[in-house]
């Protein structure tokens, strides 16, 4: 995946430019701000900075994080706000040191999270986070003849899409579409409860997900 998106670096943001998908893109531009107002935001995997230029001005702080140093560049250029640091960082490796942190944002990254990891993920991603904070993820919904069509499903029920880049190259991405169900199952269903307060929004092309990081003593502790 870091490999396919450091090829991709030059090309990333052509995904936003889809015709059909510019009406949902300005009213989720308009929403996001709206709901991480005065946070200090741990962004997961930033990309060229596209959303994160639309949080900038709203956050009290920024660190946001990618795996390739290709799109990191990018989103410098894009985003020289003060209030932002980017950094290489791993998702599934996060720590409280860059922080403290009451919020977090995953633009286009869940759909990328193996569904054998994703309770591993949000433990870590919650774990990094203050008590409480507030945690929003943006994706995809699949949408025939807008979305890449999916070429295989694994033992696991992961889907991939077969990508192709403008020089030519295949690459085989893994993309999980979730449904409103999986994702309010995912965070109240391990050892009493990943996340509180959960709610579920939708457009017509992608869908939003945010939920609050519950204290430990009202869930017996996160999984190991």
């Avoid at 015709?19 to 709206?34: A, G, I, N």
């Avoid at 507030?134 to 990508?163: H, W």
């Avoid at 994702?183 to 929004?201: E, F, N, P, T």
Wanted: net charge negative.
């Amino acid at each position: 995946m870091q490999s396919y998106y450091a090829a991709r670096a030059g090309e990333y943001d052509a995904v936003y430019r889809k015709p059909e998908r510019q009406s949902d893109l300005r009213k989720v531009e308009q929403w996001l701000p709206s709901v991480l107002r005065g946070r200090r935001l741990l962004e997961i995997a930033c990309g060229t900075g596209y959303w994160t230029r639309f949080l900038a001005p709203v956050a009290s702080s920024i660190v946001a994080i990618d795996s390739a140093e290709e799109t990191l560049l990018l989103a410098r250029e894009r985003v020289p706000s003060k209030n932002v640091s980017f950094a290489t960082g791993d998702a599934y490796a996060l720590t409280k040191d860059d922080g403290p942190f009451d919020a977090a944002f995953a633009g286009f990254w869940f759909s990328h999270v193996p569904r054998e990891r994703q309770v591993e993920f949000l433990a870590v991603l919650n774990s990094a986070l203050e008590p409480g904070a507030k945690v929003v993820f943006l994706d995809n919904l699949f949408v025939e003849g807008s979305s890449s069509a999916l070429s295989e499903q694994d033992e696991q029920g992961n889907t991939y899409q077969a990508r192709r880049l403008s020089d030519g190259s295949l690459h085989r991405v893994l993309k999980n579409f979730p449904s409103e169900a999986q994702l309010h199952a995912l965070v109240s269903g391990v050892s009493g409860a990943l996340g509180q307060s959960a709610r579920y929004s939708s457009w017509s092309y992608f869908w939003a997900f945010e939920y609050c990081v519950p204290s430990l003593a009202s869930v017996g502790g996160l999984p190991a």
